[in-house]
């Protein structure tokens, strides 16, 4: 007999397909058809590096819910999914990648056998694994049925996390705060960044306080410098180096259940700009996690932050978190709730979200970030417990940054659009700061 390894409980399982069941019958789907494999792991525990090939749930008003995907992934199937072996349909491999024919020419046999060859099948359009040729093919093998968007339908079932969700989520903080803790004893000037990474990845996988590790649906992100202008690059075999800034966006991940963590390491002493920036942040990074409560608007978060960064001189543009829980590559956002200015979502007990208000300055970046839970009454809980700082390495030697390096090689100010020593912040940096105007 297959041993079945599921992550909860029979009655968890019956919540989340209850709660997207109402979902369904209020936007008038007949069936749903869900290809976002954290929606697949959510509904059915499903869990597989499967997600390259065409795959998914069907999700049926009064019967338990179809797995269907590539033959050899049943395997898989049977498993992980808590549903019984008849509920778990192979297709064959001669599909896979052919230019002849399709999967979802199969799976709309299945779904005639199920009776919904002439019923309002939900799909999600708006998803990474959902691609052009299988709408069209799907549609097309299907002429009789009205093939629906239901984008995030199921996402935003997700929104609010049950006890054991959270008690995923608190084993990965555990994880991120192990990373961090040896991001910061590691990064030396001159260490390698493909070492430090080396080392983060082992930390993340090895896990913590007696939970494994599992992979994160986001690579390490380190970049350093001026490179930390861009907000979403990874490593390479550079050496770190003293007088530069480099932020670490990482997660722990147990289970598929995330917690993003970032801080951000200088090594040397930092310039003045960069000392104020992380001021405002630390400041507006407080305003926002008091303003996380139960009935407010996930806009309150971020009008609270924007409030701080722009009496300290800064605007931020874009959004400042997102909502997260159990996910797969490329994203570990669940893609609904925003904190951003405009999104009026009410915040309710037991969301999640990683508020992320990073900043990508001219020639510097800075991130300090929390993954952060809503309780019944009071402030957001924090889910990792480390310093809200930068932290400073010091007697490390400074490379002089772009915008101070004179003489032929100076980058022009128009590439860098502003004058040279105007950092976009008010006041005058102290005598002896080691920068100079």
């Known amino acids: 007999m297959i041993r079945k390894d599921i992550p909860f409980s029979a009655e968890e399982y019956q919540r989340r397909l209850g709660r997207t069941r109402i979902a369904m019958e209020a936007a008038g789907l007949d069936v749903m058809f869900v290809t976002d494999p954290s929606n697949m792991a959510w509904l059915t525990g499903y869990d597989g590096w499967s997600f390259y090939v065409h795959q998914g749930v069907i999700v049926l008003k ?44 199969d799976l709309a046999l299945r779904l005639a056998d199920l009776g919904h060859e002439a019923s309002r099948i939900g799909v999600e359009m708006e998803n990474y694994y959902y691609s052009a040729k299988a709408h069209e093919a799907l549609t097309t093998a299907l002429p009789r049925a009205e093939i629906m968007d239901a984008t995030a339908l199921v996402n935003w079932q997700r929104a609010v996390k049950s006890d054991e969700e959270l008690v995923f989520m608190r084993r990965a903080a555990r994880i991120s705060e192990q990373i961090i803790d040896g991001l910061i ?14 080392h983060a990845y082992a930390d993340a996988i090895r896990g913590a306080d007696g939970h494994w590790g599992d992979y994160p649906a986001i690579v390490p992100m380190l970049p350093s410098g001026i490179d930390a202008t861009a907000p979403h690059l990874t490593w390479n075999g550079r050496e770190f180096a003293g007088g530069e800034a480099t932020f670490f966006e990482i997660a722990g991940c147990y289970r598929r259940y995330h917690a993003p963590f970032c801080r951000t390491i200088f090594l040397g002493d930092p310039p003045d700009d960069i000392r104020r920036a992380e001021a405002a942040l630390a400041s507006g990074l407080e305003a926002g996690l008091d303003a996380a409560r139960a009935g407010n608007r996930a806009c309150d978060i971020a009008n609270a932050l924007n409030d701080h960064l722009r009496r300290a001189g800064i605007d931020r543009n874009g959004r400042c978190g997102y909502s997260i829980g159990l996910s797969y590559p490329p994203d570990w956002g669940e893609r609904t709730i925003s904190l951003r200015p405009e999104d009026q979502t009410v915040l309710m007990p037991g969301m999640t979200f990683h508020f992320m208000p990073g900043l990508w300055m001219r020639d510097w970046g800075l991130e300090i970030t929390e993954s952060i839970h809503i309780r019944e009454t009071g402030p ?39 004058e040279s020593g105007d950092d976009g912040l008010p006041g005058e940096p102290p005598v002896g700061s080691g920068r100079q105007n």
């Open 62 to 105: 009064d019967a338990d819910p179809v797995w269907w995907g590539r033959g050899m992934d049943a395997n898989g199937a049977l498993r992980t999914v808590w549903m019984g072996d008849d509920r778990i349909l192979g297709y064959d491999d001669g599909f896979v990648q052919s230019i002849e024919r399709h999967p979802m020419q």
């Open 185 to 198: 004893d590691r990064v030396e000037a001159g260490v390698p960044k493909n070492e430090v990474v080396a």
């Open 380 to 418: 957001a809980e924090t889910l990792c417990n480390r310093p809200r700082k930068m932290f400073v390495k010091e007697h490390e030697q400074a490379v002089p940054r772009p915008i101070d390096i004179g003489g032929p090689y100076r980058l022009p100010d128009d590439i860098i659009a502003v």
